[in-house]
């Protein structure tokens, strides 16, 4: 389990930066959103008629009640496809691959938080866990199922329905990803689940700029954080990528912020 403190970083496009800014807000999504097609067919293999019907097969012998076996398919196919809501972040900062990823024709952005300060801004803990990078290894159905667990009334729960939203393939491993995962039973059409942040100064701790962007682009972020967070505690930070340095230039990565200009 990670630590409260632990550091998790996202990295977005200029627009979904701005959109934090200024609605101060951040937006999980559905699983269907995801693009990665792989996983994608693990989840609505669990809500295909084939798929339901091995989970049936595998939990009457867990309980003879085939009613509600029924009634515990259709609610898990819900909880994991209309209500179960995720928000993606990384352990690792300032990372190359990932600022390909999400580079935004050199735009892109980092903005670096922790646990403690996700779970805060939920009424009901989040489940925040990290990726495990074995979905092409993984007998999802099997490891799925070993999850179920029969009642003193002879119903099936489902008792960890997060892990089947934490596998993706190993070629993702660069990633280190961290899954914030929340229900709510309120679907929205557009899938997405918009999360107020009451306090922005508090849940940032420190925003990074991608390390080929132009001096003119670093210079406008830099007056949208002094705008943002020029009253705060000066643990908010902004900086140009470490990357962006030569490594004869660079030194140790510590000494590397003392080159980055801090917003105070």
Same mark, same amino acid.
């Given at each position: *389990?990670?630590?409260?403190?632990?550091?998790?970083?996202?990295?977005?496009?200029?627009?979904?930066?701005?959109?934090?800014?200024?609605?101060?807000?951040?937006?999980?999504?559905?699983?269907?959103?995801?693009?990665?097609?792989?996983?994608?067919?693990?989840?609505?293999?669990?809500?295909?008629?084939?798929?339901?019907?091995?989970?049936?097969?595998?939990?009457?012998?867990?309980?003879?009640?085939?009613?509600?076996?029924?009634?515990?398919?259709?609610?898990?196919?819900?909880?994991?496809?209309? #209500?179960?809501?995720?928000?993606?972040?990384?352990?690792?900062?300032?990372?190359?691959?990932?600022?390909?990823?999400?580079?935004? !024709?050199?735009?892109?952005?980092?903005?670096? #938080?922790?646990?403690?300060?996700?779970?805060?801004?939920?009424?009901?803990?989040?489940?925040?866990?990290? =990726?495990?990078?074995?979905?092409?290894?993984?007998?999802?159905?099997?490891?799925? *199922?070993?999850?179920?667990?029969?009642?003193?009334?002879?119903?099936?729960?489902?008792?960890?329905?997060?892990?089947?939203?934490?596998?993706?393939?190993?070629?993702?491993?660069?990633?280190?990803?961290?899954? =914030?995962?929340?229900?709510?039973?309120?679907?929205?059409?557009?899938?997405?689940?918009?999360?107020?942040?009451?306090?922005?100064?508090?849940?940032?701790?420190?925003?990074?700029?991608?390390?080929?962007?132009?001096?003119?682009?670093?210079? =406008?972020?830099?007056?949208?954080?002094?705008?943002?967070?020029?009253?705060?505690?000066? !643990?908010?930070?902004?900086?140009?990528?470490?990357?962006?340095?030569?490594?004869?230039? *660079?030194?140790?990565?510590?000494?590397?912020? !003392?080159?980055? #200009?801090? =917003?105070?």
């Amino acid at each position: *389990m990670l630590p409260k403190d632990a550091k998790l970083y996202r990295y977005m496009s200029f627009q979904r930066f701005y959109q934090l800014l200024f609605q101060k807000k951040i937006v999980l999504v559905l699983p269907e959103k995801w693009d990665d097609e792989y996983e994608q067919f693990w989840l609505k293999s669990l809500a295909s008629p084939q798929g339901q019907a091995r989970c049936r097969k595998y939990i009457e012998g867990l309980s003879g009640n085939r009613a509600k076996i029924n009634d515990e398919i259709e609610k898990l196919s819900g909880l994991l496809f209309k #209500t179960t809501y995720c928000l993606c972040f990384s352990t690792k900062q300032d990372s190359e691959i990932l600022w390909r990823a999400y580079s935004d !024709n050199k735009k892109g952005i980092m903005i670096a #938080t922790t646990r403690e300060k996700i779970e805060s801004l939920f009424p009901d803990l989040p489940v925040i866990k990290e =990726v495990v990078y074995d979905l092409d290894q993984r007998d999802m159905f099997g490891s799925f *199922m070993k999850h179920f667990k029969v009642l003193s009334d002879g119903s099936v729960i489902h008792w960890d329905i997060s892990d089947f939203l934490l596998h993706k393939r190993e070629c993702f491993s660069y990633e280190e990803e961290v899954r =914030v995962m929340v229900h709510d039973w309120k679907a929205t059409e557009s899938g997405l689940l918009p999360v107020s942040i009451p306090d922005l100064r508090a849940f940032i701790d420190g925003v990074m700029v991608h390390p080929s962007a132009d001096q003119e682009y670093v210079e =406008v972020i830099e007056l949208l954080c002094d705008h943002f967070f020029s009253h705060s505690l000066a !643990n908010q930070e902004f900086m140009i990528s470490f990357l962006s340095k030569l490594p004869y230039l *660079m030194g140790a990565k510590s000494s590397c912020i !003392n080159i980055c #200009t801090a =917003v105070e």
